[in-house]
């Protein structure tokens, strides 16, 4: 997660339910950020002060309700398609939005001249292309996470151990049967979170 969030930055998670999404509610945790999710259920998400359920709620209305009419800092969107444009919506001016996946349609729209009056920042990142190098600096940072036991990975359904065990060596391990291939490594999502430093 960015460096410099503070603790007074808002970032709404899109799809803070999915794996991505509670990796990157941790860390922005652990960056004293105020987490903001956005899931396809009420259910509590550890980490988050507040969900927004994208099937009942209108997201942009919520979200300046809870951000007392400011909007917030930053989106990081882990959904894209239909939740793009809502996404954009829930920005403060000056605000940054970072898509990192597009899950069903992979063209969107949104309101040009409501974006460049709110001054909004759009950013996309493709995890694929970050460097061995970049992603040794990132893990290196996000160890002292981990040995504070405040960052921890997330659990493995006991099927999908004792099939990974059953696997020959050679082959290349799957992912797991109810894993987004549309969605990147939650691994990874620090360099996209990279993405939100505070100017």
């Known amino acids: 997660m960015p460096r410099n969030l503070r603790l007074e930055k ?3 998670i899109i799809g803070a339910g999915g794996a991505v999404g509670q990796a990157a509610t941790q860390i922005a945790n652990w960056r004293k950020a105020r987490v903001l999710g956005a899931a396809r259920s009420s259910d509590p998400i550890p980490g988050a002060f507040a ?7 209108d997201l942009p209305k919520r979200a300046f309700e ?17 939740m793009f444009e809502r996404a954009l919506g829930c920005l403060r001016i000056g605000g940054r939005q970072v898509a990192i996946t ?8 949104f309101d040009l ?16 292309k970050v460097s061995p190098r970049d992603v040794s600096i990132i893990a290196d940072e996000l ?7 405040i960052l921890k990975l997330p659990a493995v359904d006991a099927g999908y151990r004792s099939k990974m065990r059953s696997k020959p060596t050679t082959e290349s391990p799957a992912a797991p049967p109810d894993s987004n291939r549309c969605s990147p490594s939650p691994s990874l999502i620090a360099p996209s979170a990279a993405k939100f430093r505070a100017t």
């Open 51 to 57: 969900v927004i359920n994208t099937r009942t709620e």
């Open 66 to 82: 809870l951000t007392d009419g400011k909007g917030v800092d930053a989106v990081l969107d882990a959904v894209g398609g239909p």
């Open 113 to 128: 001249v409501d974006f460049y009056h709110n001054e909004s920042r759009l950013v996309g990142v493709d995890s694929m």
């Open 143 to 149: 160890r002292q996470g981990f040995e504070a036991n």
């Open 10 to 12: 808002t970032i709404l």
């Open 102 to 109: 597009s899950t069903g349609d992979r063209r969107v729209s």
